[in-house]
């Protein structure tokens, strides 16, 4: 996963701390979703779209390394 929320909190001139403050969690946690390395609970990235004044798919991308598995329709008589 990779995120711009480096990229929003510049536009706000908020630090990392700053912004953990604001959403309530630790200035490392930032430090790793701004890295790729930690995956947010729904409600973290609620907090921080919201903290940022940015819809959530704007501050995450998520990647799919994997393309979907072939589905199969299986007719039984």
């Known amino acids: 996963m990779q995120t711009k929320i480096k990229e ?8 990392q ?3 953990a403050k604001k959403v309530g969690v630790r200035r ?7 890295q790729g390395k930690y995956n947010p ?5 609620h907090d921080i779209a919201k903290a940022l004044h940015a819809p959530i798919e704007d501050l995450f991308i998520f990647e799919d390394d994997e ?5 199969r329709v299986v007719l039984v008589d």
């Open 17 to 19: 701390d700053d912004l």
């Open 28 to 34: 490392e946690t930032i430090v790793f979703l701004e």
């Open 67 to 71: 393309p979907e598995p072939e589905r």
């Open 8 to 15: 929003f909190r510049a536009k706000y001139s908020l630090t």
């Open 41 to 45: 609970s729904l409600k973290l990235a």
